[in-house]
């Protein structure tokens, strides 16, 4: 892992950009000295590290005491795409410009895009985790198809707080009855590009015995910001 760049902000956090090979990356960390606990923070769908929502829950959980990385993994982000990925999404814009379903082609580009990138999460919290100012546990938050994999697989993340606002393939919604994590599961009760009984059957689906749902009125990007606050409490009853 080679830091790029550093940046402290005027909240006392950390900003750091990162490369691990082909991987980008920022890492943002508390003032404290003593080594923190870590979440790593995807956004829905594989859209960048640098989206502004992520950055401003990043700074806020960094501030809360949290080290928080994200990544652009492959495919995410400003990394290339390949011919049948730009396709997958020139058809997405079509479908939904004429009104047409549009689940199959969510299928054809984040499921690839779901395998993908999780051996690339998998690599960076190898290299996280071997930093001095990071101590552990593991959380995970955001996009719901890439945390279901990596609960599954990754037996480091103790904790999850998963956004139902993203399409979640059906490998996917197999795999979340294998979820056992302590989970907190974010639902936008008017979200118009996700059906809410969708998320409804998938958060009964997931398998852990601590599960709690979070529910508000309002569209795709109107999670109101005291869940992001509440999302530090639930990370720090099993992160700290």
């Not at 895009?113 to 001095?132: F, Q």
């Amino acid at each position: 892992m080679r830091f790029t760049s550093e940046l402290r902000l005027d909240d006392g956090v950390l900003a750091r950009e990162f490369t691990l090979g082909e991987i980008p990356g920022t890492l943002w960390t508390p003032e404290s000295a003593a080594p923190a606990p870590l979440i790593l923070m995807a956004h829905n769908n594989g859209l960048p590290k640098s989206e502004p929502r992520l950055v401003a829950r990043a700074r806020h959980s960094a501030a809360y005491g949290y080290a928080v990385a994200s990544i652009d993994a492959a495919g995410c982000g400003d990394r290339p795409r390949s011919a049948a990925e730009e396709q997958a999404r020139a058809d997405l814009r079509r479908a939904m410009q004429a009104g047409e379903p549009v689940d199959e082609i969510f299928e054809s580009f984040i499921g690839p895009l779901v395998e993908k990138a999780v051996p690339e999460w998998r690599t960076t919290l190898d290299a996280l985790l071997a930093l001095p100012e990071i101590g552990g546990p593991v959380g995970y938050s955001g996009w719901t198809a890439l945390g279901i994999r990596l609960a599954v697989t990754e037996p480091r993340i103790t904790a999850a707080g998963f956004f139902a606002g993203g399409y979640v393939p059906r490998a996917q919604r197999e795999e979340a009855r294998q979820v056992t994590i302590p989970l907190l599961f974010l639902l936008q009760w008017d979200d118009e590009g996700n059906p809410r009984q969708r998320a409804l059957d998938l958060f009964d689906t997931f398998g852990t015995k601590e599960k709690t749902l979070h529910a508000n009125l309002g569209g795709h990007v109107g999670t109101p910001w005291f869940e992001v606050e509440d999302g530090n409490r639930f990370f720090g009853r099993h992160l700290k």
